[in-house]
């Protein structure tokens, strides 16, 4: 048979082991504040391509805008006019993030680590050329600027990517990476 | 290396032909208490090393022993340790009479934590001497030694179990006692358990969420350490492995012993560390699979004859690169890998680790007391604390490649009371578990949206699980009803903070039956209904996930809506039925199960649309619930075929089906056919259980896998239906060969195997690996094993 001292050191040592319990409960932080919204740092919401000729006029642009990412409002795509043909365009692309109150310049952030960039341009159709004209430290392509050749008329499809491929650049296309844009653009060469 | 291997067998051969020594004496015991009561539920281990359960007469069997003293030692928990020699040959049925630790509470006999389980289901145990055989593994690898158990797979070092077709949130791992609050919802989430701390692993095949709660509904891993107290004088164990696959080396070290003279205070110290470089399959390397680990634990408990208590921390911390060629930007990514039918990035061996990669880090703190109340049983109480943290890194631009991609923490607290009973033949167990658990995003840090928002959760279940023992028969019963408090904070789409609430009450029922047909065949049948709410992560994930290129939305969240009523959330409940022949004879032991599953509600994720971005399109893939049918069988044998020769073979087969869509499901383990002969030798001089095996897994196609939908034709694919982004691999057989022995020092021994996996440096892809579009499995790989234990039990 149990003693009686027995019993009450069986209810103390149980007494004390369930306030132990509850004081590592106690110790467990309770909730915290509410969380802020995420300041989505990678976003790109825009390209826009600026195809100039060097005798001046308006300049052609094409655009492609998806105010919410990866969200499911569809993207919006633009192009402002029709190429004329036989001539030679200069392209500039710059992407940015526009869903911030400040819009971030993200070519800024690809310029600056050009050695792991690359736009490849494949073209369908045959009367457009486009080739990237500036090169980075290692003398490989990058695409910011490319010059855009026109022949005769016609529809052709521009498709943009931008691969990202640090440490594994080549300058070939499609090439080693991942992929940051992929863009179609139709235009027309009248 | 072969070479190696081969030169020592010869000799080991040549040494054996001397002296001859038969290995195929049989051990037979029945364990009792002092009343003659037969207890089942006992653990017998010899000499340390093979170990076996009294089934439900108490009764248990070891074969294949050889001649000469052997210890033998029975645990069961309320009564003394018995350590008993035994010199073999024995022929007749020794009977192990355990003396009762608390003779004065008169009939009055508690249970411990192995009889928690119900006796009715099925499990399968990886005794101490198999993990041994397995040591340096990931805890998810080692498990699918186990007939019904396979792994989903995330390159060559992340391995998660999975159960009879069932993984991630429905499978519960018991991590010494404490149930593993991770991050168990993704697939690419290994479990945060170093299986070191582990003397055995047990895997219940059945729903037990009666006794452990909703996330046991595929069933429960445990993971148990030796007991405490079971030392004389200081005791421990070291043990070294190398690997030459990955160039990767694994060292773990335990000490135990008793403070002072006192042997009811005792203690262990225990770490472990690994440090492997890039896997190599048959033709390449697999760039950027570095892993890196260190963990350790320590436990301080005190127990005499009516109470105990015991403190428990441990560290897990690790490090995992993945494939460098599976981190992809869009669907022409992974077409072009697919494609191309090898790694785009490929890289001479390194033991750094770049990004993409995992950070995990994983604390526990873990208190458990027990006392015994007169006339009614034992009180258990049991606190842990859990500290997750989890960051994956990504490739990123302007320098934010060093700032994870995603960072998120899991703070967690159990508490668990329980009460145990015995009286004559009937016995059970009654108690609640609550948890309290904070799920929080660090997302300054990460600059990303992450794919599941924070959450706070608080839940409180009771239970009840009852058992009656009569002649042959042992009947089993339980309910369990919950309650889950869920608060999720996430945001809308114009960035406003929303916090959803849910109370959720459900309920688990489950009836079971064990019968003794012979004094060697045993029938079990287990019967459960077990109910879930959907976790967070399928009702709120929402945003890209990268490892797989594709768009998630919760159940709760289409197209950046963000639903809070909840009468739109269906619990998943599975009923599942699984039956169990097993047969222990002299010189065979077989054990054959078949189940069905049937599972309303069934969570799941299904193609919804394609969506275009300025990265390309995207498929989006939406939570949604159907019913779904998971039927199998499992097949596990081992035949002593003489003194010499054993034979063992597995076979494991699931067949699942969408019965309300009359589709497939994905990621179901393909049927696997596993064969090995061992051959024993006898012991010679200085060696001691010398034995070569060999074995052939082989692993079927899966024949019922997804349509597949190559990543150029998704744009193109409007029916909503399941697909594979490739065809399921073809089915592959692989050669593995171990030899070991062990090699007395002292009055311990040094055990020392060397083993090869993939002989033949086979190029092949595993259906359940995610990685299987972008590169081919690990080729051959040797691994050199030393084990030394030297605790003076």
């Given at each position: 048979m149990l003693k009686k001292t027995e019993v009450i050191r069986t209810i103390r040592y149980a007494i004390y082991s369930a306030a132990a319990l509850a004081f590592a409960v106690g110790i467990s932080s309770c909730d915290g504040d509410d969380p802020a919204p995420v300041n989505e740092e990678e976003v790109i919401t825009t390209l826009n391509v600026t195809l100039a000729t060097n005798g001046g006029g308006t300049p052609v642009t094409l655009r492609f805008f998806d105010a919410d990412g990866d969200g499911s409002g569809a993207p919006v795509k633009t192009v402002s006019g029709n190429l004329a043909a036989n001539k030679t365009y200069t392209g500039v692309i710059t992407l940015s993030d526009d869903s911030k109150s400040t819009p971030v310049d993200i070519t800024e952030e690809v310029a600056e680590e050009a050695d792991d960039h690359l736009f490849c341009f494949t073209v369908t159709g045959s009367n457009l050329t486009v080739t990237a004209v500036d090169k980075d430290s290692?003398?490989?392509?990058?695409?910011?600027a490319s010059s855009w050749l026109t022949t005769s008329a016609g529809n052709a499809t521009v498709k943009i990517v931008l691969r990202h491929q640090p440490g594994t650049k080549t300058g070939q296309c499609p090439g080693t990476g991942d992929t940051d844009v992929e863009v179609d653009f139709n235009v027309t060469v009248q | 290396m072969i070479r190696f291997s081969i030169f020592l067998f010869f000799v080991l051969l040549a040494g054996s032909a001397s002296r001859a020594q038969s290995c195929n004496e049989v051990l037979r015991g029945i364990v009792t208490n002092e009343q003659d009561q037969t207890l089942p539920g006992a653990t017998i281990t010899i000499d340390a090393g093979a170990a076996s359960i009294s089934s439900d007469d108490g009764s248990f069997t070891f074969t294949g022993l050889c001649q000469g003293r052997v210890v033998l030692t029975v645990e069961y928990v309320g009564f003394e340790k018995h350590i008993q020699t035994v010199s073999l040959p024995v022929k007749r049925t020794i009977t192990i009479r355990l003396k009762s630790l608390t003779t004065e509470l008169e009939g009055v006999v508690v249970e411990g934590d192995r009889r928690m389980n119900a006796v009715s289901q099925t499990t399968s145990l990886l005794s101490k001497k198999e993990l041994e055989s397995l040591h340096g593994r990931p805890l998810g690898e080692s498990l699918k030694e186990i007939p019904g158990v396979s792994a989903i797979q995330t390159g060559p070092s992340i391995f998660k179990p999975v159960i009879h077709g069932l993984h991630s949130q429905r499978i519960l791992i018991l991590n010494n006692g404490i149930r593993q609050e991770g991050q168990q919802w993704g697939i690419e989430h290994a479990p945060e358990v170093d299986p070191y701390i582990a003397s055995s692993l047990e895997v219940v095949k059945g729903a037990e969420t009666v006794r452990y709660g909703y996330d046991a509904i595929g069933g429960v891993i445990i993971v148990n350490p030796p007991a405490l107290h079971e030392v004389e004088n200081l005791g421990g164990e070291i043990n070294v492995g190398f690997m030459s696959n990955n160039r990767m080396g694994v060292i773990s070290a335990m000490l135990e012993g008793h403070i002072a003279k006192n042997d009811k205070l005792s203690w262990r110290l225990q770490t472990s560390a690994k440090k492997g470089g890039d896997y190599h399959a048959a033709k390449y390397n697999l760039s950027n699979t570095g892993t890196q680990e260190f963990n350790f634990s320590g436990a301080l408990g005190f127990k005499d004859a009516h109470r105990g208590f015991e403190v428990y921390v441990s560290s897990f911390n690790t490090t995992l690169g993945i494939l460098r060629a599976a981190h992809t930007g869009n669907l022409q990514d992974i077409q072009t890998s697919i494609e191309s039918g090898r790694p785009w990035y490929v890289q001479d061996f390194s033991y750094t680790i770049e990004n993409p990669k995992q950070r995990i880090n994983h604390q526990l703190l873990k208190l458990k007391s027990y006392f015994d109340v007169k006339n009614f049983g034992r009180i258990n109480l049991l606190y842990g604390g859990q500290y997750n943290e989890r960051k994956e890194f990504d490739i990123r631009r302007s320098g934010r490649?060093?700032?994870?991609a995603l960072s998120m923490s899991l703070f967690s607290n159990v508490l668990d009371v329980s009460l145990d009973h015995e009286k004559g033949e009937h016995s059970g167990s009654i108690g609640i578990n609550s948890t309290l658990k904070f799920n929080k995003n660090d997302t300054d840090l990460t600059g990303i949206t992450p794919l599941i928002p924070n959450y706070n959760q608080a839940s409180a279940g009771l239970f009840v699980l009852e058992k009656l023992r009569r002649n042959r028969w042992t009947f089993e019963a339980g309910g369990r009803y919950d309650y889950q408090y869920l608060e999720v904070l996430t945001f809308n789409a114009t960035k406003e903070l929303v916090k959803p609430s849910f109370d959720f009450n459900f309920f688990s029922g489950t009836v079971g039956v064990a019968y003794k047909i012979s004094q060697q065949w045993r029938y079990i049948s287990n019967f459960g209904i077990s109910s879930r709410p959907p976790h967070v992560s399928e009702l709120y994930s929402e945003g890209l996930h990268h490892g797989t290129g594709s768009i998630e939305e919760g159940l709760m969240r289409p197209s950046n809506d963000v639903l809070t009523d909840q009468s739109l959330i269906r619990k998943e409940m599975s009923k599942k039925w699984i039956n169990t022949l097993q047969f222990g004879g002299e010189n065979l032991t077989m054990d054959f199960s078949v189940y069905y599953n049937r599972m309303d509600n069934y969570v799941f994720i299904r193609p919804y649309e394609t969506r275009l971005t300025i990265r390309g399109y995207f498929p989006v893939f939406r939570f949604d619930q159907t019913d779904a049918v998971l039927m199998g069988s499992d097949f596990g044998l081992k035949w002593?075929?003489?003194?010499?020769f054993t034979y063992a073979t597995k076979v494991s087969y699931v067949h699942a089906t969408d019965v309300k869509n009359d589709d497939k499901l994905i990621f179901i383990p393909p049927a696997l056919f596993d064969n090995s002969v061992t051959l024993n030798f006898p012991n010679v001089d200085a060696l001691e259980g010398l034995h070569l095996t060999v074995s052939a897994p082989y692993t079927f196609q899966?024949?019922?896998?997804?349509r597949a939908v190559y990543p150029e034709d998704i744009p193109n694919d409007t029916s909503n239906k399941v697909f594979d982004l490739a065809p399921a691999p073809e089915g592959f057989v692989m050669l593995n060969a171990s030899v070991g022995f062990d090699i007395p020092i002292g009055e311990k021994e040094l055990a020392i195997s060397l083993s090869g996996e993939n002989l033949l440096n086979k190029s092949y892809r595993n259906y359940m690996n995610r990685l299987r579009y972008f590169a081919d499995d690990t080729g051959r790989n040797f691994i050199v094993r030393l084990s030394y234990n030297f605790s003076n039990h």
């Open positions: 290692k003398n490989l392509p990058i695409g910011l | 490649s060093d700032r994870p002593d075929i003489n003194n010499r899966q024949t019922r896998a997804p």
